[in-house]
């Protein structure tokens, strides 16, 4: 709830769950193209192919004492459950299980039909045609039909909506650029209700990983009668201002302390829904969430560097997912603190990333190779980390003290004058990582860096409004391509909180979504992440996450994949089990 992508959320413990979105899904693994890797029921240890994972064998904890229920740690409050506005992980996550799109994926990330249930494409392959089902309903009774992709889609590409993932569908869809800009009308634009039940979708060019985006959180239908009636301000702010569609229905949203969903047994797919209802709790605490299972009040939560090594040597079973997700610290070009990109190179440079994953992390992360996760896929059947290599600046305190020196003399400033504010959330991880930082700062380039806990919501609204100096931000996949990442710096980009702005880097990016060769493709793709990392720098990379966790074993099934991450898709065969 891809998707996000963009504070530190997730990584670990409680960072695990709440990734903004941007690339919304939330954290993840490598994908089945790459090479999927997932948890084994007995260790650490990882298994290719299938997502689902069961965590049975030798489970020292039963769960939670509801019959028809499992507790889940989502650690923050879901900020934006409205689909055409959602940007993080922690909403996405709910909307994945009470929202159905055209597609969903399956155990292997592979589109499989939802609410459409065939579709052709053009010889051109730019035009999808996509029968629906004629039998959905949204969770008041109202059928789902094609009008409802239509009225959210248009909404989303509306500029007056100012949807942080627009940038997703004016990329791609025809003429949604210039319905956006106000050059075009609706009926001008690729998307079309060719009746009730038949959507015709035509992209501006042939676009591999369509059937993947129309299982992203941006792509979902709006039921617009209800939506109007609702009105945009209050709409998906509690749980009877929200219409749903999907496997669960939200029964109960008490704010800041936890969400309810329960089974739609009028959702098509409903036998493969074994677990009757979910309650997401918000347990920022790492401690007070460790506690909280081990005392039956939990049925799953991911595991920082001390949960771990606690639930390891306990023989409690655990398994992890290498996350094909990025964490990097975010600068805002447009402050005077960061508008040299020197200064910009020189924090980066001066984080011991290895350091860091290894003494403080302690998960499996590794020190990021780039911009774009090394097993993200890549043209000739290759990832597209084998094509790229490692463009990461390194670490090296004196080159970062001379770039500092010059970059501050560049702008008028001098060690003393620069005071930056580092925007981080208030979670027990987040904490842990941004301190580590502020020292490496001080002792490494001798600046006093402070920092600035909030809230999740809080850090969401001051990311996406500009108010920050710098940030430690994540990204997790919408679809299995680089471009999923490297169109987020792209000038105008409602999830660029850096405000960059590229004209080189920019060209780049259209050439690439331009080019029907794949290498060709792929070679605009990794000069423009070069220009961005190495150059420019309004983002430094820092690493590539891995999410370690553990459950009860009072269910089985959950699928945990790199597009379907933490806390996993319940919707395709997780069950309550026997064992309980």
Known sequence: MKKHKKLAGFTSLVLAACMLLTSCSGGASTSSAAGSKTGSAASASSQSGSGKVDLLANNKYKGTADADMITINLSQEPPEMNSMMCSDTASSNILRETMAGLTKLDENDQPEPDMATSWTKSDDGKTYTLKLRQDAKWSNGDPVTAHDFVFAWLTVMTKKTASPYSFIMLNYIKNGQEYYDGKVKA?????????????????????????????????L???????????????????????????????????????????????????KVGIPKIKYVELKDSNTAINAFKAGQLDYMTLGKDNLANM????????????????????????????????????????????????????GSVPATGFVPSAI??????????????????????????????????????????????????????????????????????ISVELKPMSFKSAIASQQSHDFDLTLAGWAPDYNDAMTFLDLHKTGNGNNNADYSSKTYDD????????ADETKRQNYLIQAEKLMVQEDCPVFPIYFDVIDYTTSS???????????????????????????
Not at 187 to 210: I, M, S
Request: aromatic share 12%; with cysteine.
């Open 221 to 271: 239908p709006v039921d617009e009668k209800a939506y109007k009636a609702i009105g945009a301000d209050k709409y998906a702010k509690d749980a009877d201002k929200i219409v749903t569609n999907g496997a669960y229905k939200i029964t109960e949203w008490k704010h800041n302390d936890h969400v309810t969903i329960t089974k739609n047994d009028d959702y098509w797919d409903k036998d």
């Open 508 to 515: 780049l990016i259209d050439k690439a979504s331009a080019e």
């Open 187 to 219: 009926d001008q634009v690729g998307v079309k209700a060719v009746d009730d039940y038949t959507l015709e979708v035509t992209f501006k060019t042939p676009l591999p990983y369509a059937l993947q985006l129309f299982a992203f959180q941006t792509y």
């Open 377 to 446: 896929s890549g043209a000739n059947g290759k990832t597209y980390g084998e094509a790229r290599g490692d463009i990461a600046l390194k670490y090296n305190v004196e080159k970062a003290k001379q770039l500092l020196a010059e970059g501050l003399k560049e702008e008028g400033l001098t060690v003393s004058t620069f005071k930056p504010v580092f925007l981080t959330q208030d979670s027990t991880n987040a904490q842990r990582i941004s301190q580590f930082m502020q020292e490496q700062w001080k002792t490494n380039l001798g």
């Open 312 to 363: 390891e040597a306990q023989g409690q079973p655990v398994a992890k997912y290498e996350a094909d997700s990025n964490w990097y610290i975010e600068y805002n070009v447009k402050r005077k603190l960061f508008s040299s990109a020197k200064v910009r190179q020189a924090l980066g440079m001066a984080i011991d990333t290895k350091s860091l994953c290894d003494n403080v992390l302690r998960d």
């Open 554 to 580: 009072k269910f089985s099934g959950v699928i945990c994949t790199g597009f379907q991450g933490w806390p996993g898709n319940y919707i395709n065969g997780a069950k309550l089990t026997a064992s309980k």
